[in-house]
Nanobody
Framework: QVQLVESGGGLVQAGGSLRLSCAAS????????MGWFRRQAPGKEREFVA?????????YYTDSVKGRFTISRDNAKNMMYLQMNSLKSEDTAVYYC????????????????WGQGTEVTVSS
């Protein structure tokens, strides 16, 4: 089992940037595709944001963040990141990182280990 801890969330004005980090422990993340999800309101389902292959050979994004967000990973450091630029109020959410079974899945059911989340608030 991989333990994941997200950090880097906070309050930012619309148009600003944040970089989220996901620190892993317990097992090397190099064996897993990984992803970022977000929950925009309590009770709402987690929605897919981005995913990245084991060796960073491919990445996928939900349409609403393409061109603004960049997912990356450093397997040597057991870390994953989400660089978020040009933030919009609709990006306000709790962001979660997770280990997955396939990089191409956008369903949270295909992701197994989850962090506790980091909150991002974008003020307009």
């Amino acid at each position: 089992q991989v333990q994941l801890v997200e950090s880097g969330g906070g309050l930012v004005q619309a148009g600003g940037s944040l970089r989220l980090s996901c620190a892993a422990s317990g097992r090397p993340i190099s064996g897993y595709p990984m992803g970022w999800f977000r929950r925009q309101a309590p009770g709402k389902e987690r929605e897919f944001v981005a995913s990245i292959a084991r060796g960073s050979t491919s990445s996928y994004y939900t349409d609403s963040v393409k061109g603004r967000f960049t997912i990356s990973r450093d397997n040597a450091k057991n870390m994953m990141y989400l660089q978020m630029n040009s933030l919009k109020s609709e990006d306000t959410a709790v962001y979660y990182c997770a280990t997955g079974r396939t990089v191409m899945s956008r369903s949270d059911k295909d992701f197994d280990s989850w962090g506790q989340g980091t909150e991002v608030t974008v003020s307009s």
